[in-house]
C-alpha cells in the first residue's frame, strides 16, 4: 500500500523559517514527479511546489518563488520543502503528493493530475 507521510509542520513568527519532509512507502517514486500543495480554510487547494522525476527540475508558484524550495532524496524516496521568509498567508495544511499523470507546469499545478496524496501537516504562520 502506497503512502505518503509529512512531518515537519507547526507554528512559526512571520519571517521565520519552517522544513516540511515527506517519507513515501509503497513503492519507489524515483523516476516521477513529486510536489507539494496547501489548502489554507475558506480557499481551494493550490499548488506550492513540484520537482519532476526526469531531471530534478523545479517547479513553484509565484506566490512562494525564492522562498521556497523543493529538494528531493531518491534514495530515501522522500521529498522536502524549505520554507523562508514564511508570510501569514502561507498559512495552510501541506500536502504531499507524488507521481503526476503527466509532466510539465501545466499538469503538476493542477491536483486532479496527481495520483497520490499525502493526508497534509499543518503550518501556522503568526503575524
Known amino acids: 500500500q502506497v503512502q505518503l507521510v509529512e512531518s515537519g509542520g507547526g507554528l512559526v513568527q512571520a519571517g521565520g523559517s519552517l522544513s516540511l519532509s515527506c517519507a513515501a512507502s509503497?513503492?519507489?517514486?524515483?523516476?516521477?514527479?513529486m510536489g507539494w500543495f496547501r489548502q489554507a480554510p475558506g480557499k481551494e487547494r493550490e499548488s506550492v511546489a513540484a520537482i519532476s522525476g526526469i531531471d530534478s527540475r523545479t517547479y513553484y508558484a509565484d506566490s512562494v518563488k525564492g522562498r521556497f524550495t523543493i529538494s528531493r532524496d531518491n534514495a530515501e524516496n522522500t521529498v522536502a520543502l524549505q520554507m523562508n521568509s514564511l508570510k501569514p498567508e502561507d498559512t495552510a495544511v501541506y500536502y504531499c503528493?507524488?507521481?503526476?499523470?503527466?509532466?510539465?507546469?501545466?499538469?503538476?499545478?493542477?491536483?486532479?493530475?496527481?495520483?497520490?496524496w499525502g493526508r497534509g501537516t499543518q503550518v501556522v504562520v503568526s503575524s
Open positions: 503528493v507524488a507521481d503526476s499523470t503527466h509532466s510539465g507546469s501545466y499538469f503538476y499545478s493542477r491536483a486532479s493530475w496527481w495520483n497520490y
Open positions: 509503497g513503492r519507489t517514486f524515483s523516476g516521477v514527479a
